[in-house]
């Protein structure tokens, strides 16, 4: 069985040891983001498209700041913005920086695995919005083939054991990323809840 806590069990996978290790953190996600079966409107798919920019662009900075090249997937805060722009809709400011201080063996490639393996789950959420939104929602960030390239790219990296240190460093690194997703979600809701509960 995988194990759920920064030890990975011996001849594990990195990416089972990282999935079981953040399967929790995404279930949580998943619920936060309110995923497309819970969409009606376009308002809610524009306030998931800007939570989805606010958490990654910080991330997108660390990574290009202290990735090596092999481990950038590419950026999608731009195709998040041009999808927020076709809903007529602003980027909105970044979120808080990220940080993991000083980045050891396999921070980068945690994060890495996060962002890359997102693609997996946007490729499900892609389907819903073409349907809800009868073809007509633009779909730049979830329809991107350039992040499910990098994923298939990053799986011969990850679907084999990890020496211990890279798997501990991978591993935290990946719940700080959750952490930092999940902190955006909620202040977004804490945001929606605010301007629901003021006076018309
Ligand atoms: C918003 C709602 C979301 C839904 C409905 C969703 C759904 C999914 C689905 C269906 C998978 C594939 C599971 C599989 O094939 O085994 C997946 C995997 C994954 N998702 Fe999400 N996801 C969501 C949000 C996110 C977010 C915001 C992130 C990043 C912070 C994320 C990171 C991941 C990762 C890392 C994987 C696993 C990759 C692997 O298999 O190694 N997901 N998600």
């Given at each position: 069985?995988?194990?759920?806590n920064?030890?990975?069990?011996?001849?594990?996978s990195?990416?089972t040891?990282?999935?079981?290790?953040?399967?929790?953190?995404?279930?949580?996600?998943?619920?936060?983001?309110q995923?497309?079966?819970?969409?009606q409107?376009?308002?809610?798919?524009?306030?998931?498209?800007?939570?989805?920019?606010?958490?990654?662009?910080?991330?997108?900075?660390?990574?290009?700041?202290?990735?090596?090249?092999?481990?950038?997937?590419?950026?999608?805060?731009?195709?998040?913005a041009q999808d927020?722009?076709?809903?007529?809709?602003?980027?909105?400011?970044p979120?808080?920086?990220?940080?993991?201080g000083?980045?050891?063996?396999?921070?980068?490639?945690?994060?890495?695995?996060?962002?890359?393996?997102?693609?997996?789950?946007?490729?499900a959420?892609?389907?819903?919005v073409?349907?809800?939104?009868?073809?007509?929602?633009p779909?730049?960030?979830?329809?991107?083939?350039?992040?499910?390239?990098?994923?298939q790219?990053?799986?011969?990296?990850?679907?084999?054991?990890?020496?211990?240190?890279e798997?501990?460093?991978?591993?935290?690194?990946?719940e700080?990323v959750?952490?930092?997703?999940?902190?955006?979600?909620?202040?977004?809701?804490?945001?929606?809840?605010?301007?629901?509960?003021?006076?018309?």
């Open positions: 069985m995988a194990s759920a920064k030890t990975a069990v011996p001849g594990e990195l990416r040891h990282l999935r079981a290790a953040t399967m929790a953190a995404h279930d949580l996600l998943d619920h936060a983001m995923a497309a079966n819970g969409w409107t376009r308002a809610d798919y524009a306030r998931f498209l800007s939570l989805q920019h606010a958490a990654r662009a910080p991330l997108e900075s660390w990574l290009a700041a202290h990735a090596p090249a092999d481990l950038v997937p590419p950026p999608q805060t731009g195709l998040i927020l722009a076709r809903l007529g809709l602003p980027s909105p400011a979120a808080p920086l990220f940080t993991i000083r980045p050891g063996p396999g921070a980068a490639l945690g994060i890495a695995w996060v962002l890359a393996g997102s693609a997996l789950g946007n490729k959420i892609v389907k819903q073409v349907r809800i939104g009868g073809g007509g929602w779909v730049a960030f979830l329809g991107d083939d350039g992040a499910m390239a990098f994923w790219g990053l799986r011969a990296r990850i679907e084999r054991p990890a020496a211990p240190a798997a501990e460093g991978a591993t935290r690194a990946a700080a959750f952490a930092h997703f999940l902190g955006v979600a909620e202040g977004g809701q804490a945001e929606d809840a605010a301007r629901e509960s003021l006076p018309a």
